[in-house]
């Protein structure tokens, strides 16, 4: 089974490159929106946006595992934050919501992933020698 070598850079991680293009195209998504809007929803669901992606890339250079799981923690919550004001703005007919929800539900499954793998403990490779005959 073949792994691939750690990221040395956040930028290589699969997680933040999906969290990134979600931001890119909900700045797309939300220049359509109302002139009223630009302090209120616009503001707050690019910003919520942009903290999934900036969170990993802060977490990234975090040294301790649970350390580095908080701002994945952070970036999970600002999905859901997300997640809410996709619903209203679908809700307030600014458009259509579904393709950016189904990137920030892929988002929200590749972070899980990699929390999880990050609170795991590390794999030691064993090595088993082998055993003596038993004494007569």
């Given at each position: 089974m073949s792994t691939l070598p750690p990221a040395k850079t956040f930028q290589e991680l699969l997680v933040w490159q999906k969290a990134h293009?979600?931001?890119?195209?909900?700045?797309?998504?939300t220049e359509s929106f109302p002139k009223s809007e630009l302090y209120g929803l616009t503001s707050q669901l690019r910003r919520a946006a942009v903290s999934i992606a900036a969170n990993i890339a802060e977490g990234f250079k975090?040294?301790?595992?649970?350390?580095?799981?908080?701002?994945?923690?952070?970036?999970?919550?600002?999905?859901?934050?997300?997640?809410?004001?996709?619903?209203l703005s679908r809700d307030l007919s600014y458009g259509d919501t579904s393709h950016l929800s189904a990137q920030l539900e892929e988002v929200s499954?590749?972070?899980?992933?990699?929390?999880?793998?990050?609170?795991?403990?590390?794999?030691?490779?064993h090595f088993s020698t082998p055993s003596s005959p038993p004494d007569s």
């Amino acid at each position: 089974m073949s792994t691939l070598p750690p990221a040395k850079t956040f930028q290589e991680l699969l997680v933040w490159q999906k969290a990134h293009q979600f931001v890119l195209n909900v700045y797309r998504y939300t220049e359509s929106f109302p002139k009223s809007e630009l302090y209120g929803l616009t503001s707050q669901l690019r910003r919520a946006a942009v903290s999934i992606a900036a969170n990993i890339a802060e977490g990234f250079k975090k040294r301790g595992r649970a350390d580095k799981a908080r701002f994945m923690n952070i970036s999970q919550g600002s999905i859901e934050e997300c997640r809410y004001y996709l619903i209203l703005s679908r809700d307030l007919s600014y458009g259509d919501t579904s393709h950016l929800s189904a990137q920030l539900e892929e988002v929200s499954k590749l972070l899980q992933a990699y929390t999880e793998a990050l609170l795991s403990p590390p794999r030691i490779a064993h090595f088993s020698t082998p055993s003596s005959p038993p004494d007569s």
